[in-house]
């Protein structure tokens, strides 16, 4: 079997856990805050290391939405999320669209550095 192949196949596989790990919202979400918050959940406002999950609970008017957590710092109480102070909180898609994007934009630059000589195909014909 030829590396390009083994590498075709190897990436078809990734591709495969990839729409497993991103299948649904609240799979994503957990993923994204294993990323973000290695080391356990930090308020992005003060830097508190503890939080409560307020998710589902009656907040008056509606019910907090899922990944909603609260800074347990008394004089802080600040209410975040995963994609709080990122970009990604400020737009209306889909987490898993975002971790896709990423995914992809990792396997590209992981694949430039594993083939450099791709990018020199093109000078191939003229030095010849
Ligand atoms: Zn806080």
Redesign the pocket.
């Known amino acids: 079997m030829s590396e390009t192949m083994l590498a075709a196949l190897t990436n078809i596989r990734t591709a495969e856990d990839m729409i497993v790990a991103f299948r649904d919202e609240a799979q994503c979400r957990r993923l994204l805050e294993s990323m973000v918050w290695p080391a356990g959940r930090v ?6 290391k503890r ?1 409560i999950a307020i998710a589902g609970r009656d907040m008056g008017k509606r019910r907090a939405h899922p990944g909603l957590y609260q ?3 008394g ?4 209410q ?1 999320t995963v994609t709080t102070h990122t970009p990604l909180h400020s737009t209306k898609l889909p987490l898993r669209v975002w971790l896709k994007g990423m995914w992809l934009m990792l396997r590209g630059r992981k694949r430039s550095t594993e083939y450099p000589e791709d990018a020199c195909h093109g000078d191939r014909a003229a030095t010849r």
């Open positions: 308020c992005p406002a003060c830097g508190y939080s800074c347990s710092s004089g802080c109480r600040f975040f």
